[in-house]
């Protein structure tokens, strides 16, 4: 039988429990919005728009939340490029584990399109792996959404240079898209694939 007392004391744990996890879960909505806003900065302005009060002037927030949650400019531009390196790796894995080999890499040319079609983020991506390539200690999320990319080109060959060859040419076409006045198709992405790629079926 539970007493008065200790009755209160486990009603008083659970209310902790929910206050922290309240807590917890508007603190990960305020850094994830901070960090799209970061992009969104980016996107607009170049990775040296970036500031503590542009970003939480573009996510709705005071100032004082950007300063919160990143230690510096540093902070932010980090979070961002870890953000989307991770994101697009997870899509890239997703895509690795689909059952058909054919349809995985349609998928991937249809991904393709739609990316270069409402291009603003991978803008903002191609500034912050610039400003990887300049900082060895941020390479960390880069090598992950490498990895993932050798991993979907190992579905169709063993070849290590054809898989390299792959993980350096998926960035490049993007980039390419960007600068042509008329992005490819989603059969024109696939084609590519399929030339990079030619064991697949």
């Known amino acids: 039988m539970v007493t008065r007392p200790g009755l209160y004391r486990l009603l008083g744990e659970t209310l902790n429990e929910v206050t922290t996890d309240g807590r917890r879960s508007k603190g ?4 994830r919005a901070l960090i799209e806003a ?17 970003v939480a002037r573009e996510a709705g927030l005071p100032t004082t939340a950007a300063t919160y949650y990143f230690d510096g400019v540093d902070g932010l531009l980090t979070a961002a490029l870890t953000t989307c390196m991770d994101d697009d790796a997870e899509k890239m894995r997703q ?26 983020r991978l803008l ?25 990319l050798a991993d979907f080109a190992r579905r169709y060959t063993a070849d290590p240079v054809r898989i390299q060859l792959f993980t350096n040419a998926y960035d490049g076409l993007l980039l390419h898209a960007l600068l042509a006045d008329q992005p490819p198709t989603v059969d024109e992405f696939e084609a590519m694939l399929r030339e990079l790629l030619p064991d697949a079926r």
């Open 28 to 31: 990960e909505r305020r850094r």
């Open 95 to 120: 895509l690795t584990v689909a059952a058909d080999d054919s349809d995985s890499l349609h998928a991937l040319a249809r991904l393709m399109a739609e990316i270069v079609a409402t291009p603003g």
């Open 38 to 54: 970061t992009l969104r900065v980016i996107e607009r302005d170049g990775a040296s728009g970036v500031t503590h009060r542009a």
């Open 124 to 148: 903002a991506e191609f500034e912050l792996c610039l400003l990887a390539s300049r900082r060895p200690d941020l390479r960390g999320p880069t090598d992950r959404w490498k990895g993932a």
